[in-house]
């Protein structure tokens, strides 16, 4: 793979994009504030986004019977009488999912209800397609300096030299990167 993103201006190191094998679930891993209500997993093929559905799903459980009409009045009910917000997700593989935000969530969002609803979608449908990268940053020509992928560990951090830190000043010439621990470059 090739995905070179980036070369330092001496050409002795590049960062690329490579595959994140290590990707948490973005559902689990951060609070949102959208619900969603796994339809249809394909029989058990797929895994329900959210395991508990929401605040709406006993109102799910209650119509789901109905495969021709249910979403239709799911979907009506929940703006009607809760002003939710309410969007259809049919992958071409993954679960059916129908993913609502409540009104009052709606409200600090700075932005489309809507758009924020399917960016949430967007960046779940990416992560259980496999599309979830991370960077890579190494010296090409030799291969001997330390391969490093984000997120890093703790207590280890990546500077460009000539940076500033508050505990050591300027640190080596520019043209390099520097792997430093606890702000001192090695």
């Not at 209500?37 to 605040?55: M, N």
């Not at 993913?99 to 979608?121: H, I, N, S, T, V």
């Not at 490093?148 to 990546?158: A, D, L, N, S, Y």
Request: hydrophobic share 35%; with cysteine; glycine share 8%.
């Amino acid at each position: 793979m090739d995905n070179i993103i980036a070369t330092t201006t001496d050409g002795r190191f590049r960062v690329r994009l490579v595959p994140d094998e290590d990707a948490r679930n973005p559902r689990e891993d951060f609070d949102h504030l959208a619900h969603v209500v796994t339809i249809d997993t394909h029989l058990g093929q797929y895994t329900p986004i959210d395991k508990d559905g929401g605040p709406f799903a006993e109102a799910w459980d209650r119509v789901s019977w109905n495969r021709w009409k249910g979403i239709e009045i799911f979907t009506r009910w929940a703006g009607i009488f809760h002003d939710a917000i309410v969007i259809e997700s049919r992958p071409a593989r993954g679960p059916v999912s129908l993913w609502y935000l409540l009104r009052e969530d709606a409200e600090d969002l700075g932005m489309l209800p809507e758009a924020y609803l399917d960016a949430e979608r967007a960046e779940y449908e990416a992560w259980a397609e496999g599309d979830v990268t991370a960077t890579s940053s190494k010296r090409p020509s030799t291969g001997s300096a330390p391969t490093r992928t984000t997120p890093c560990r703790p207590g280890k951090r990546w500077t460009l030299p000539g940076a500033t830190t508050a505990s050591t000043g300027p640190s080596r010439p520019l043209g390099t990167l520097s792997p430093s621990t606890s702000g001192s470059s090695r």
